[in-house]
Protein backbone atom coordinates (compact mmCIF):
# COMPACT_ATOMS: atom_id res chain seq x y z
CA UNK A 1 0.00 0.00 0.00
CA UNK A 2 1.04 3.49 -1.22
CA UNK A 3 2.03 5.11 2.21
CA UNK A 4 1.48 8.77 -0.12
CA UNK A 5 -1.16 8.62 -2.03
CA UNK A 6 -2.33 12.21 -2.64
CA UNK A 7 1.67 12.97 -3.28
CA UNK A 8 1.68 15.66 -5.95
CA UNK A 9 -1.79 16.25 -6.27
CA UNK A 10 -4.09 18.91 -6.50
CA UNK A 11 -6.56 18.97 -3.74
CA UNK A 12 -9.35 21.58 -3.02
CA UNK A 13 -11.11 20.97 0.60
CA UNK A 14 -14.39 22.33 0.84
CA UNK A 15 -16.14 23.20 3.93
CA UNK A 16 -15.31 25.35 7.26
CA UNK A 17 -15.66 22.53 10.41
CA UNK A 18 -13.10 21.44 11.98
CA UNK A 19 -13.03 17.71 9.56
CA UNK A 20 -12.10 20.05 7.04
CA UNK A 21 -8.88 21.68 8.61
CA UNK A 22 -7.94 18.59 9.66
CA UNK A 23 -8.05 17.27 6.17
CA UNK A 24 -6.14 20.00 5.02
CA UNK A 25 -3.23 18.83 7.55
CA UNK A 26 -3.21 15.52 6.78
CA UNK A 27 -2.85 16.76 2.84
CA UNK A 28 -0.18 18.35 3.29
CA UNK A 29 1.43 15.70 5.34
CA UNK A 30 1.55 13.47 2.80
CA UNK A 31 2.74 15.67 0.06
CA UNK A 32 -0.45 17.01 -1.80
CA UNK A 33 -0.94 20.86 -2.78
CA UNK A 34 -3.87 22.18 -1.02
CA UNK A 35 -5.49 24.92 -2.53
CA UNK A 36 -7.96 27.16 -1.69
CA UNK A 37 -10.20 27.69 -5.24
CA UNK A 38 -11.44 25.89 -7.72
CA UNK A 39 -8.84 25.15 -11.13
CA UNK A 40 -9.26 23.40 -13.87
CA UNK A 41 -6.12 21.06 -12.97
CA UNK A 42 -7.66 19.97 -9.83
CA UNK A 43 -7.17 15.93 -8.71
CA UNK A 44 -8.93 15.48 -6.06
CA UNK A 45 -11.98 17.50 -4.43
CA UNK A 46 -12.33 16.77 -0.28
CA UNK A 47 -15.94 18.07 1.16
CA UNK A 48 -17.18 17.49 5.01
CA UNK A 49 -20.65 17.44 6.46
CA UNK A 50 -20.88 21.60 6.24
CA UNK A 51 -20.77 21.26 2.32
CA UNK A 52 -24.00 21.95 0.74
CA UNK A 53 -24.72 19.81 -2.74
CA UNK A 54 -25.40 23.09 -4.52
CA UNK A 55 -21.72 24.39 -3.79
CA UNK A 56 -20.84 26.04 -6.53
CA UNK A 57 -17.48 24.36 -6.74
CA UNK A 58 -18.82 21.25 -5.88
CA UNK A 59 -21.14 21.08 -8.95
CA UNK A 60 -18.53 22.05 -11.36
CA UNK A 61 -16.40 19.39 -9.63
CA UNK A 62 -19.10 16.68 -10.61
CA UNK A 63 -19.84 18.21 -14.11
CA UNK A 64 -16.12 18.02 -14.79
CA UNK A 65 -15.76 14.61 -13.26
CA UNK A 66 -13.13 15.42 -11.16
CA UNK A 67 -13.03 12.75 -8.11
CA UNK A 68 -14.97 14.01 -4.89
CA UNK A 69 -14.14 12.30 -1.55
CA UNK A 70 -15.31 13.09 1.89
CA UNK A 71 -13.13 13.51 4.68
CA UNK A 72 -14.09 9.87 6.38
CA UNK A 73 -12.80 8.63 2.99
CA UNK A 74 -9.36 10.82 2.79
CA UNK A 75 -8.70 9.08 7.00
CA UNK A 76 -9.47 5.62 5.47
CA UNK A 77 -6.84 5.59 2.31
CA UNK A 78 -4.21 7.74 4.42
CA UNK A 79 -4.25 5.79 7.49
CA UNK A 80 -6.25 2.60 6.76
CA UNK A 81 -9.42 1.53 7.72
CA UNK A 82 -9.97 1.62 11.71
CA UNK A 83 -10.66 -1.67 13.47
CA UNK A 84 -13.92 -2.31 14.83
CA UNK A 85 -13.87 -1.26 18.42
CA UNK A 86 -14.75 -4.11 21.10
CA UNK A 87 -16.23 -3.25 25.05
CA UNK A 88 -14.52 -5.39 27.49
CA UNK A 89 -16.07 -6.03 30.83
CA UNK A 90 -14.43 -7.16 33.62
CA UNK A 91 -17.16 -9.56 35.75
CA UNK A 92 -18.27 -8.29 38.86
CA UNK A 93 -18.36 -11.19 41.81
CA UNK A 94 -21.94 -11.28 43.40
CA UNK A 95 -21.97 -9.97 46.72
CA UNK A 96 -22.22 -12.92 49.33
CA UNK A 97 -24.61 -13.28 52.02
CA UNK A 98 -21.74 -13.11 54.45
CA UNK A 99 -19.96 -10.02 53.18
CA UNK A 100 -23.09 -7.97 52.77
CA UNK A 101 -23.47 -5.11 55.11
CA UNK A 102 -26.58 -3.98 56.61
CA UNK A 103 -28.32 -0.40 55.95
CA UNK A 104 -28.42 1.93 58.18
CA UNK A 105 -30.51 5.14 57.94
CA UNK A 106 -29.14 8.18 58.88
CA UNK A 107 -31.84 10.96 59.64
CA UNK A 108 -31.26 14.17 57.57
CA UNK A 109 -29.49 17.18 59.85
CA UNK A 110 -32.42 19.57 60.86
CA UNK A 111 -33.39 22.37 58.58
CA UNK A 112 -31.85 25.55 59.57
CA UNK A 113 -34.64 28.03 61.05
CA UNK A 114 -36.34 30.24 58.21
CA UNK A 115 -34.70 33.80 58.19
CA UNK A 116 -37.45 36.33 58.38
CA UNK A 117 -36.37 39.31 56.37
CA UNK A 118 -37.08 42.63 57.61
CA UNK A 119 -39.95 44.77 56.78
CA UNK A 120 -39.61 47.31 53.87
CA UNK A 121 -39.27 50.48 54.58
CA UNK A 122 -41.49 52.50 52.18
CA UNK A 123 -39.96 55.09 49.67
CA UNK A 124 -40.35 58.93 49.96
CA UNK A 125 -42.90 59.66 47.70
CA UNK A 126 -41.52 61.55 44.46
CA UNK A 127 -41.90 65.23 44.02
CA UNK A 128 -45.00 66.03 42.02
CA UNK A 129 -43.45 67.34 38.47
CA UNK A 130 -44.06 71.18 37.87
CA UNK A 131 -46.79 72.24 36.17
CA UNK A 132 -46.79 72.45 32.61
CA UNK A 133 -47.13 75.98 30.99
CA UNK A 134 -50.72 75.91 29.05
CA UNK A 135 -49.66 78.57 26.68
CA UNK A 136 -51.22 81.67 28.53
CA UNK A 137 -48.27 83.11 30.35
CA UNK A 138 -47.65 85.23 27.53
CA UNK A 139 -51.20 86.53 27.44
CA UNK A 140 -51.54 87.57 30.92
CA UNK A 141 -48.11 89.80 30.52
CA UNK A 142 -49.21 91.67 27.85
CA UNK A 143 -52.89 92.36 29.29
CA UNK A 144 -51.63 93.20 32.05
CA UNK A 145 -49.55 95.38 30.59
CA UNK A 146 -52.04 96.79 28.42
CA UNK A 147 -54.18 97.50 31.47
CA UNK A 148 -51.79 99.22 33.48
CA UNK A 149 -50.82 101.40 30.79
CA UNK A 150 -54.36 102.49 30.41
CA UNK A 151 -54.90 100.95 27.28
CA UNK A 152 -51.99 103.25 25.73
CA UNK A 153 -50.28 99.66 25.15
CA UNK A 154 -52.84 98.72 23.17
CA UNK A 155 -51.19 99.43 19.55
CA UNK A 156 -47.70 97.80 20.27
CA UNK A 157 -48.98 94.71 22.33
CA UNK A 158 -51.77 93.83 19.33
CA UNK A 159 -49.60 95.15 16.86
CA UNK A 160 -47.00 93.06 17.17
CA UNK A 161 -48.74 89.88 17.91
CA UNK A 162 -50.76 90.75 15.04
CA UNK A 163 -47.46 90.88 12.91
CA UNK A 164 -46.32 87.09 14.17
CA UNK A 165 -49.40 85.45 13.38
CA UNK A 166 -49.31 87.25 9.59
CA UNK A 167 -53.25 88.99 10.38
CA UNK A 168 -53.98 91.86 8.21
CA UNK A 169 -56.82 92.18 10.12
CA UNK A 170 -55.36 92.36 13.85
CA UNK A 171 -52.89 94.79 12.54
CA UNK A 172 -55.90 97.23 11.06
CA UNK A 173 -57.09 96.76 14.61
CA UNK A 174 -53.98 98.40 16.22
CA UNK A 175 -53.84 101.22 14.11
CA UNK A 176 -57.34 101.85 15.53
CA UNK A 177 -56.23 101.23 18.80
CA UNK A 178 -53.36 103.94 17.63
CA UNK A 179 -55.97 106.37 16.36
CA UNK A 180 -58.40 106.34 19.99
CA UNK A 181 -54.77 106.40 21.62
CA UNK A 182 -54.02 109.83 20.10
CA UNK A 183 -57.42 111.05 20.59
CA UNK A 184 -57.35 110.18 23.89
CA UNK A 185 -54.26 111.97 24.76
CA UNK A 186 -55.30 114.63 23.11
CA UNK A 187 -58.60 115.19 25.14
CA UNK A 188 -56.82 114.72 28.05
CA UNK A 189 -54.09 117.47 27.38
CA UNK A 190 -57.53 120.08 26.47
CA UNK A 191 -59.19 119.30 29.43
CA UNK A 192 -62.08 120.49 30.31
CA UNK A 193 -65.20 118.32 28.81
CA UNK A 194 -62.94 116.44 26.61
CA UNK A 195 -60.99 115.03 29.89
CA UNK A 196 -64.07 113.23 30.59
CA UNK A 197 -64.42 111.54 26.92
CA UNK A 198 -60.26 111.00 27.22
CA UNK A 199 -60.64 108.59 30.70
CA UNK A 200 -63.08 106.71 29.29
CA UNK A 201 -61.53 106.48 25.66
CA UNK A 202 -58.98 105.17 28.00
CA UNK A 203 -60.88 102.58 29.86
CA UNK A 204 -61.98 101.37 26.52
CA UNK A 205 -58.78 100.98 25.58
CA UNK A 206 -57.47 99.08 28.81
CA UNK A 207 -60.36 96.45 28.37
CA UNK A 208 -61.11 96.41 24.66
CA UNK A 209 -57.02 96.07 24.23
CA UNK A 210 -56.15 94.09 26.71
CA UNK A 211 -58.83 91.40 25.90
CA UNK A 212 -57.60 91.40 22.27
CA UNK A 213 -53.79 91.09 23.23
CA UNK A 214 -54.61 87.85 25.53
CA UNK A 215 -56.46 86.59 23.04
CA UNK A 216 -53.50 86.77 20.26
CA UNK A 217 -50.80 86.17 22.88
CA UNK A 218 -52.42 83.30 23.91
CA UNK A 219 -52.53 81.82 20.34
CA UNK A 220 -49.03 82.46 19.89
CA UNK A 221 -47.94 80.54 22.79
CA UNK A 222 -49.84 77.20 22.36
CA UNK A 223 -48.71 77.11 18.63
CA UNK A 224 -44.81 77.26 19.67
CA UNK A 225 -45.88 74.66 22.08
CA UNK A 226 -47.51 72.41 19.51
CA UNK A 227 -44.79 72.86 17.28
CA UNK A 228 -42.05 71.35 19.15
CA UNK A 229 -44.41 68.77 21.02
CA UNK A 230 -45.72 67.75 17.43
CA UNK A 231 -43.67 64.77 15.54
CA UNK A 232 -44.57 64.09 12.20
CA UNK A 233 -45.23 60.33 10.39
CA UNK A 234 -42.45 60.90 8.04
CA UNK A 235 -39.88 62.03 10.77
CA UNK A 236 -40.63 59.11 13.14
CA UNK A 237 -39.93 56.96 9.35
CA UNK A 238 -36.61 58.91 8.09
CA UNK A 239 -35.37 58.27 11.72
CA UNK A 240 -35.62 54.43 11.39
CA UNK A 241 -34.32 54.05 8.31
CA UNK A 242 -31.25 56.03 8.78
CA UNK A 243 -30.80 53.72 12.49
CA UNK A 244 -31.37 50.82 10.17
CA UNK A 245 -28.98 51.55 7.86
CA UNK A 246 -26.13 53.39 10.50
CA UNK A 247 -26.78 49.52 12.27
CA UNK A 248 -26.06 47.49 8.69
CA UNK A 249 -22.56 49.86 8.59
CA UNK A 250 -21.78 48.42 12.39
CA UNK A 251 -22.57 45.30 11.14
CA UNK A 252 -20.14 44.93 8.31
CA UNK A 253 -17.37 46.70 10.54
CA UNK A 254 -17.69 43.97 12.71
CA UNK A 255 -17.34 41.57 10.54
CA UNK A 256 -14.43 42.51 8.60
CA UNK A 257 -12.68 42.72 11.94
CA UNK A 258 -13.69 39.50 12.81
CA UNK A 259 -12.16 38.01 9.69
CA UNK A 260 -9.32 39.82 10.06
CA UNK A 261 -8.33 38.65 13.29
CA UNK A 262 -9.86 35.10 13.11
CA UNK A 263 -10.08 34.06 10.08
CA UNK A 264 -10.85 30.28 10.38
CA UNK A 265 -14.36 31.62 12.71
CA UNK A 266 -15.16 33.61 10.00
CA UNK A 267 -15.35 31.00 7.49
CA UNK A 268 -17.10 28.28 9.96
CA UNK A 269 -19.96 31.86 10.14
CA UNK A 270 -19.58 32.09 6.48
CA UNK A 271 -19.41 35.90 6.46
CA UNK A 272 -19.40 36.83 3.32
CA UNK A 273 -21.52 34.59 1.56
CA UNK A 274 -25.26 35.05 1.60
CA UNK A 275 -25.91 32.07 -0.81
CA UNK A 276 -24.88 29.49 2.05
CA UNK A 277 -27.10 28.84 5.37
CA UNK A 278 -26.10 30.94 8.02
CA UNK A 279 -26.97 32.52 11.28
CA UNK A 280 -24.43 35.18 11.71
CA UNK A 281 -25.59 38.57 9.86
CA UNK A 282 -22.76 40.31 8.88
CA UNK A 283 -24.68 43.23 7.67
CA UNK A 284 -24.45 42.46 3.84
CA UNK A 285 -20.93 41.47 3.06
CA UNK A 286 -20.05 39.62 0.04
CA UNK A 287 -16.83 38.07 -0.16
CA UNK A 288 -14.90 38.20 -3.78
CA UNK A 289 -13.09 35.11 -3.26
CA UNK A 290 -15.62 32.76 -2.91
CA UNK A 291 -18.78 34.24 -3.53
CA UNK A 292 -21.13 33.28 -6.87
CA UNK A 293 -21.87 35.83 -9.48
CA UNK A 294 -25.07 35.32 -9.06
CA UNK A 295 -24.14 36.98 -5.36
CA UNK A 296 -21.76 39.57 -6.49
CA UNK A 297 -24.55 40.73 -8.25
CA UNK A 298 -26.70 41.80 -5.26
CA UNK A 299 -23.88 44.40 -4.14
CA UNK A 300 -25.23 48.06 -5.50
CA UNK A 301 -23.17 49.21 -8.53
CA UNK A 302 -22.30 45.44 -9.35
CA UNK A 303 -23.49 44.55 -13.26
CA UNK A 304 -23.20 41.13 -14.43
CA UNK A 305 -19.69 41.73 -16.80
CA UNK A 306 -17.63 42.99 -14.19
CA UNK A 307 -19.15 39.91 -11.57
CA UNK A 308 -18.15 37.14 -14.43
CA UNK A 309 -14.68 38.93 -15.03
CA UNK A 310 -13.98 38.65 -10.90
CA UNK A 311 -14.67 35.16 -10.93
CA UNK A 312 -12.76 34.48 -13.85
CA UNK A 313 -9.66 36.27 -13.09
CA UNK A 314 -9.99 34.46 -9.24
CA UNK A 315 -10.55 31.08 -10.92
CA UNK A 316 -7.51 31.81 -13.14
CA UNK A 317 -4.63 33.88 -10.72
CA UNK A 318 -6.32 33.14 -7.04
CA UNK A 319 -7.71 35.16 -5.09
CA UNK A 320 -8.24 39.15 -4.65
CA UNK A 321 -6.31 40.93 -1.89
CA UNK A 322 -8.08 44.62 -2.35
CA UNK A 323 -10.38 46.67 -3.83
CA UNK A 324 -7.43 48.20 -5.62
CA UNK A 325 -6.86 44.73 -7.56
CA UNK A 326 -10.40 44.69 -8.77
CA UNK A 327 -10.32 48.12 -10.45
CA UNK A 328 -7.09 47.08 -11.87
CA UNK A 329 -7.78 43.55 -13.35
CA UNK A 330 -11.53 44.50 -14.45
CA UNK A 331 -13.73 47.17 -16.29
CA UNK A 332 -15.40 48.30 -12.95
CA UNK A 333 -15.87 52.22 -12.91
CA UNK A 334 -14.12 54.18 -10.06
CA UNK A 335 -17.68 55.36 -8.96
CA UNK A 336 -18.87 52.17 -8.80
CA UNK A 337 -16.28 50.85 -7.49
CA UNK A 338 -16.57 53.21 -4.15
CA UNK A 339 -19.69 52.20 -3.86
CA UNK A 340 -18.99 48.44 -4.52
CA UNK A 341 -16.12 48.86 -1.65
CA UNK A 342 -18.82 49.17 1.30
CA UNK A 343 -20.24 45.66 0.61
CA UNK A 344 -16.78 43.45 -0.54
CA UNK A 345 -14.94 41.39 1.47
CA UNK A 346 -11.36 39.87 0.53
CA UNK A 347 -11.11 36.64 2.57
CA UNK A 348 -7.50 34.81 1.95
Known sequence: MNPRPFEGAQVLVLGTGSRAQ?????????????????????????IDRTVPAHDPALVRAQEQKVPVLTTSELRERLEGPREPRTMVSSPVPPASSA??????????????PMQVPPPMVPLPPRPAPPPEDDGTYPGWVWATAVVFSAGLLSPVAVGYA??????????????????????ALVGFAAGGGLM???????????IGGGSHAFYLWQRIARGERAAKTSIRPSDVRNSEALAAVNHRRKLREDARELAANDPVAARELRIGRPD??????????????????????????????????????????????????VVIHTDIEPKAAEQVEQFALFMQ
Open 22 to 46: QARGLLTESGATVVWRYRSDLTYVV
Open 99 to 112: TRSPQVLVPPPPMP
Open 162 to 183: AWRVKSPADGLAALGYLAVSLL
Open 196 to 206: LAALLMMAALA
Open 276 to 325: LPRRYDDGGLVDFNSAPVAMLMTIPGMTRAVAEEIRDWRDRHGPFSSMAE
